[in-house]
């Protein structure tokens, strides 16, 4: 590459990504916020207290901070926690995700489940998207019911569940076979009648993965990023950034979170999640306008 060409050069032509009646074009970095309906996430400040009002507020101002999705999740997937029954994941999610699509018609909701009947419920409730942390693995189902809502999906990889992955973490070439797995994914959700252009696909950063394995992952990404699927990545203060830093808590790696977010988008991510919205979005901002040659 001569200085004088941009960076597009390296990455596909930005697609869009279509999410239900809605079209985003990723020539931007799009920002995911997160919403935790758990009592036990692996973040504190962002665990559910059950006050529904309070958390509908919130989702209202990562809106208001830049975020273009809001992903809200009701199971923890977060390494070595155990799974929640369908009943109470509805419980929790459903409330917040009817309440939303009332108070914030044109927000973008992206659910996190694996569970093809909370996928419906959400569906049906006005959620936009599914991020499948299975990437179709554990229910294939979803596909079907995406389609059918003519929604989005997020497939993303990881080598077990939540309780097991991090004890599989063995591969030949983590980028290449985590690569083959998402192609495989994204395979089976056309096959199923989802529009190519409404499939997001995720690495799955922490999901079944050694420390060193995670920083690999980001390191190359631009190789995710030549795939025909926009790339979504979730470092959000996660352990791998805590051990970088020589063992800090998730409070303490905001810091490390940027640091990720804008090599992610360097290196060709169209979509960030992330915790702290107002802070990461401005990140990613700045990380476009380098990237791009342009003002943000």
Known sequence: MTAGETSAARFPQAPVLKVKGKVLQTS????????????????????????IEETVSRIGRMFDEGADIVDIG????????????????????????EMCAKKFPDGILSVDTTKAAVARRALEGGARMINDISGLAFEPEIAGIVAEAGGAIVLSHTSGRPDVMQSRTEYGCVVRDVADCLKLSAQKAIEAGVSEESIVIDPGIGFGKTFRQNLEILNRLD????????VLVGTSRKSFIGEALGGLPSEERLEGTAATVAVAVMKGASVVRVHDVREMARVARVADAIKNRMAA
């Open 28 to 51: 931007k970095t799009l920002v995911m916020g997160v919403v935790n309906l758990t009592p036990d996430s692996f973040f504190p400040q962002s665990r559910f207290d059950g006050n």
């Open 74 to 97: 009701a199971e923890s997937t977060r390494p070595g926690s155990l799974p929640v029954s369908e009943e109470e994941e509805t419980a929790r999610l459903m409330p917040v995700v």
């Open 223 to 230: 190789e995710f990023a030549a795939l025909p699927h926009p």
